[in-house]
C-alpha cells in the first residue's frame, strides 16, 4: 500500500495555489494538498496536522517566507520546504537556505521542477 503524500501549497494569489494543487492531485497519488494564502495560516494548518512537503512562495503577506522557513523547520524537521520563486535573488536564496529550505523551483516552470523533485 503507497503511503499518502501530504502537501501544503503557500502561496497567496489562490489561482496560482490552485493550479498547483491540480497538477498535483492529477499527477501524484495518493496526495493531500492544502492551500494556504500567509505564514500564519501555514503554521497554524502545521500545529494540528504534519506534512512532508511544503511549497512555499517567496513573498507571502504577513509573516515573511524567511520566517516562515524557520519556524516550519524548527518545529517539523521531517517536512522537506520547496520555494516558488519568480527571479533568483542569490542572498535570499542563502538566507531561505539557511532557514531550512532544500529546494528552489521557478513559478513559471512548476510542474517541471515538481516532476523533477518527485523522482528524487
Request: proline share 3%.
Amino acid at each position: 500500500m503507497t503511503r499518502l503524500l501530504r502537501v501544503l501549497v503557500i502561496e497567496e494569489q489562490s489561482e496560482f495555489s490552485g493550479s498547483i494543487r491540480e497538477y498535483i492531485e492529477a499527477n501524484f497519488s495518493p496526495v493531500s494538498v492544502i492551500e494556504v494564502g500567509s505564514g500564519e495560516d501555514a503554521l497554524e494548518v502545521l500545529n494540528l496536522r504534519s506534512c512532508d512537503l511544503v511549497l512555499l512562495d517567496a513573498c507571502i503577506p504577513g509573516i515573511d517566507s524567511i520566517e516562515t522557513a524557520r519556524s516550519i523547520s524548527s518545529k517539523h524537521p521531517a517536512c522537506r520546504l520547496i520555494m516558488l520563486l519568480s527571479s533568483g535573488d542569490p542572498q535570499m536564496m542563502e538566507r531561505a537556505r539557511d532557514a531550512g529550505v532544500s529546494d528552489f523551483v521557478m513559478k513559471q516552470n512548476v510542474e517541471q521542477a515538481l516532476r523533477d523533485v518527485w523522482n528524487n
